[in-house]
């Protein structure tokens, strides 16, 4: 059943190409190039009068909403406010008229989740599902659902429910733009065109050229302390995501940061030889980006860098680059997760742990 993988999670990494194509499937017009979301049952003008939106889920889940909060506010102008599920269900939340509630979960079964979109009913908001389960509680309750078509997730470490649920959320913010017209129909198509190329892409990633660079780092952080992950933006967003499945199966300390904050504090922790593995894939703060891998080199740390593929600055300030396919910046976050994920794999393998069935976790949070 693992299909001659040797864990379930390495299957499910393998299976990301196809898990989303299936996604993408039959929701891209391929002749107009844009959007159709037909299990909707809101009309488009009721879609369009949103004007605020809360995205709530745990854990990974959470972390493709971070994801989908830039997509959807840099295409629709809609602020986007995410929280985790559990601190929500004890908000008093500040629900408008036109708010929107996403409620993100593989399982469709996370105790918190459902909570908190119960909660959201319970003052008339609208609920749209994003999740992988076709019956789960999430499905069933929800006044509207967007399925992931990833297939059984199995490992507790979620991988292409992760890619998959980013992916339903670019769908969805395209469609939002093209329904209140933020997006003229030209860059709505060629969004479309780079969204198509992405399984190819994800694939590519996982070549065992690619694939035996992350089993070497994960060797070389077996014995470490802490493993420390920096992104801006968007690369914020992968780097929590990194972090957590590098924690979750490795059982190697690891803590993510907006690369900014780094000198608040965080930096104390950089002395000779401390991994970091730095993502710089976002053009519009790339400079940035490079200013604060020096301030990390300057103080001994061991940087690993990504950049995009034709990028031959980052070289010049890492120890180690990772090349990512080129593509727009926006949808970089579905590839970047990719390596990452393969290095939580492969430094669990190396510790000889259990991949599939870490420590003190469930697959699915049925209890709070
Ligand atoms: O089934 P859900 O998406 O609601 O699950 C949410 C989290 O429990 C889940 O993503 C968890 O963080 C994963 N084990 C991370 O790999």
């Excluded at 009913?121 to 999740?131: D, G, M, P, Y």
């Excluded at 070549?207 to 077996?222: G, H, L, Y």
């Excluded at 608040?264 to 976002?282: C, S």
Aim: proline share 4%; hydrophobic share 45%; with cysteine.
């Amino acid at each position: 059943e693992k299909g001659g993988y040797d864990s379930f999670m390495l299957k499910e990494i393998y299976e990301q190409p196809q898990a989303v194509r299936d996604t993408m499937g039959a929701r891209i017009d391929q002749e107009k190039k844009r959007i159709v979301l037909p299990e909707l049952k809101m009309s488009d003008t009721e879609l369009a009068a949103y004007d605020r939106i809360y995205i709530v889920a745990c854990g990974t889940s959470m972390h493709a909403g971070l994801v989908g909060k830039d997509v959807i506010e840099k295409w629709t102008r809609v602020p986007v406010e995410v929280a985790v599920a559990s601190e929500f269900r004890y908000r008093d939340p500040i629900y408008t008229d036109n708010t929107l509630m996403i409620v993100i979960s593989q399982s469709g079964e996370t105790a918190d989740t459902l909570a908190a979109l119960r909660e959201a009913k319970k003052s008339n908001v609208k609920v749209l599902a994003i999740t992988n389960v076709v019956g789960s509680s999430v499905a069933r309750e929800a006044d509207e659902v967007l399925f992931t078509w990833a297939g059984p997730e199995v490992a507790v470490a979620s991988t292409k429910a992760y890619t998959s649920q980013v992916v339903t959320l670019y769908l969805f913010a395209l469609y939002l733009a093209e329904v209140k017209g933020t997006l003229p129909a030209d860059e709505i198509a060629n969004v479309v065109e780079h969204l198509q190329a992405i399984p190819g892409k994800i694939a590519s990633m996982l070549e065992e050229s690619e694939a035996s660079r992350m089993r070497d780092f994960a060797a070389s952080i077996k014995e470490v302390g802490s493993v420390f992950f920096i992104g801006r933006s968007l690369d914020y967003a992968v780097s929590l995501e990194g972090s957590l499945k590098l924690k979750e199966i490795s059982y190697i300390h690891s803590e993510a940061y907006p690369a900014g904050e780094l000198k608040h504090g965080t930096l104390a922790l950089i002395e000779d030889n401390v991994p970091v593995i730095a993502l710089a894939t976002q053009p519009d703060i790339f400079e940035k980006m490079v200013s604060n891998i020096v301030e990390v080199k300057a103080r001994g740390g061991r940087i690993l860098g990504f950049a995009t593929e034709g990028d031959t600055e980052l070289a010049k300030a890492v120890d180690e680059v990772i090349y990512m396919p080129s593509t727009l910046p926006m949808l970089t976050p579905i590839l970047t997760v990719i390596p990452l994920q393969l290095l939580a794999y492969y430094a669990s393998v190396a510790r000889g742990l259990d991949v599939d069935k870490p420590r003190n976790l469930a697959k699915s949070v049925t209890v709070e």
